[in-house]
T-cell receptor
Framework: AQTVTQSQPEMSVQEAETVTLSCTYD???????LFWYKQPPSRQMILVIR??????QNATENRFSVNFQKAAKSFSLKISDSQLGDTAMYFC????????????FGPGTSLSVIP | DTAVSQTPKYLVTQMGNDKSIKCEQN?????MYWYKQDSKKFLKIMFS???????INETVPNRFSPKSPDKAHLNLHINSLELGDSAVYFC?????????????FGPGTRLTVT
């Protein structure tokens, strides 16, 4: 069974600094997608970034980038120039190409950006 | 224009009551989901429908019954509500074809059972 682990329940970062959130996953599949979702206090789930496992290049979206290490089954999220609006729960998620219908979420990391 | 909408956003009710949560998506997606987020923020899938057909039914009490009248709607009916049902329920949708599996979430429904 696939699992997603986020080992940091809580993190904090000073405004304008850089922070990295960790995620590891376990799967025997070769083709899959990985995601980072953000849930601010408004509770809306927002997709931050996605990575397709067959792509070697790490995905980047503005201040957000990932470090995807397929062999190590690691998928960390780096937030550069942290802003107060980045304060949120961040969830790492996995879905395989053979089961788009099922997304496995990690337990989340609560990130606080300190002014 | 709201992509995935849920009603109501808040629901407070007493134990033993029956309640429904409605979900609609205007994205043309073929798959819809219900998730439960508990007090520790853990998000777990409950059900998934593809083109009105149930394809995932996780270990959920049979007091929970999803219904999909069409591709754009997925409702959740809960019978005999219990204290442990208190949670935030999220509806989501995605398009299974086309090699892209991003899920779009509704705003959530906070259910409080007293």
């Amino acid at each position: 069974a696939q699992t997603v682990t986020q080992s940091q329940p809580e993190m904090s970062v000073q405004e304008a600094e850089t922070v990295t959130l960790s995620c590891t996953y376990d799967t025997s599949e070769n083709n899959y997608y990985l995601f980072w979702y953000k849930q601010p206090p408004s509770r809306q789930m927002i997709l931050v970034i996605r990575q397709e496992a067959y792509k070697q290049q790490n995905a980047t979206e503005n201040r957000f980038s990932v470090n995807f290490q397929k062999a190590a089954k690691s998928f960390s999220l780096k937030i550069s120039d942290s802003q107060l609006g980045d304060t949120a729960m961040y969830f790492c998620a996995f879905t395989s190409k053979t089961s788009y219908d099922k997304v496995i979420f990690g337990p989340g990391t609560s990130l606080s950006v300190i002014p | 224009d709201t992509a995935v909408s849920q009603t109501p956003k808040y629901l407070v009710t007493q134990m033993g009551n029956d309640k429904s949560i409605k979900c609609e998506q205007n994205l043309g997606h073929d798959t819809m989901y219900w998730y439960k987020q508990d007090s520790k923020k853990f998000l777990k899938i409950m059900f998934s429908y593809n083109n009105k057909e149930l394809i995932i039914n996780e270990t959920v009490p049979n007091r929970f019954s999803p219904k999909s009248p069409d591709k754009a709607h997925l409702n959740l009916h809960i019978n005999s509500l219990e204290l442990g049902d208190s949670a935030v329920y999220f509806c989501a949708s995605s398009q299974m074809t086309g090699g892209f599996a991003e899920q779009y979430f509704g705003p959530g429904t906070r259910l409080t059972v007293t």
